[in-house]
């Protein structure tokens, strides 16, 4: 999907992410991003379990909105999320390889919502709405 809006090329936006600290700090990777749609993923590590003895689900958030955010900016401004609804399915165990997929649904001059999942192999862990404000341009 793409409106003309000028986003960044795939390898651009892999640049950017190898940089910022919330990548290394989650253990994550832009793997794909272009057309509106972004691909994330992580190794659970032991420093993110709960309690529960299960993966935080703050992990699951931190992915599917990161990949929203590059869905968003392979097409165009970035922006910042407005609001979000994220729903747990299964729980997340150390040493799962967690992959993030998100996809523009609609995209406006100043809002642009997205869906989110997040997988471990075939299994579904979380999926979930993002909308995101435009920045001005």
Known sequence: ????????????????????????????????????????RAVAEKGMVNAQGMVHGGLAYVMADTASAYALRSIGPPGVTQNASITYLKGAKPGMELEAEAQVVTAG?????????????????????????????
């Open 1 to 40: 999907m793409k409106d003309g809006d000028g986003g960044l090329p795939e390898a651009m936006l892999k640049a950017l992410a190898a940089d910022l600290p919330i990548f290394e700090q989650h253990g994550m990777s832009l793997t794909s991003a272009g057309d509106g749609r972004a691909v994330i």
């Open 109 to 137: 001059a100043r809002m642009v919502s997205l869906r989110a999942e997040v997988r471990s192999g075939e299994s579904l862990i979380a999926h979930g709405m993002f909308n995101f404000a435009r920045l001005s341009r």
